[in-house]
């Protein structure tokens, strides 16, 4: 008999417990539930131009921290961004160009676009952007591993 009410009292215990987790961990479940972002209606990721947005948020948050842009330069930097942005997705909706030549026509738009954010930086801001654009560069060095473009050292800063 103190056998059967020993074993009783343990699945007690063990139901007791069971009960006491599904309790306190329901309000994180919840709250996990509600963080999360909604599906979307087929299923699939973000579009892609969503992420491009965020990341160049992102970029130009960075910019302004370490480079210390003005108001001014920050939407000068902005336009450029979204000019080059803009020439990237029609170079990415052209059927008529190889993808060789769309890597290349990229690779042009993005230099010119480095160009022209240097143009609009003070003399102190420059040494900080190339810093800048080196670490980017040794980022995408360590992605992509030996061979890739990520691997070629930055391009010297202009006169």
């Known amino acids: 008999?103190?056998?059967?009410?020993?074993?009783?009292?343990?699945?007690?215990?063990?139901?007791?417990?069971?009960?006491?987790?599904?309790?306190?961990?329901?309000?994180?479940?919840?709250?996990?539930?509600?963080d999360a972002p909604p599906p979307q209606s087929d299923g699939s990721a973000p579009p892609p131009h969503a992420r491009g947005e965020h990341m160049q948020e992102r970029h130009l948050e960075m910019m302004t921290k370490h480079l210390n842009l003005t108001a001014d330069q920050v939407a000068?930097?902005?336009?450029?961004?979204?000019?080059?942005?803009?020439?990237?997705?029609?170079?990415?909706?052209?059927?008529?160009?190889?993808?060789?030549?769309?890597?290349?026509?990229?690779?042009?738009?993005?230099?010119?676009?480095?160009?022209?954010?240097?143009?609009?930086?003070?003399?102190?801001?420059?040494?900080?952007?190339?810093?800048?654009?080196a670490r980017e560069q040794e980022h995408r060095g360590h992605d992509r591993g030996p061979g890739g473009d990520g691997n070629q050292p930055p391009p010297p800063p202009a006169a």
């Not at 103190?2 to 009292?9: C, D, L, P, R, Y």
């Not at 699945?11 to 009960?19: K, V, W």
């Not at 979204?82 to 190889?98: E, K, S």
Request: aromatic share 4%.
């Open 1 to 34: 008999m103190k056998i059967m009410i020993s074993a009783t009292n343990g699945m007690r215990s063990a139901a007791l417990a069971l009960c006491a987790f599904a309790v306190v961990s329901a309000p994180v479940w919840a709250q996990a539930t509600q």
């Open 76 to 133: 000068q930097v902005k336009a450029i961004d979204q000019d080059g942005r803009t020439q990237m997705m029609a170079l990415h909706n052209d059927t008529t160009t190889a993808p060789a030549d769309k890597h290349a026509k990229m690779k042009a738009i993005h230099d010119a676009q480095t160009a022209k954010i240097r143009a609009i930086l003070t003399d102190e801001q420059k040494p900080k952007f190339d810093q800048m654009l």
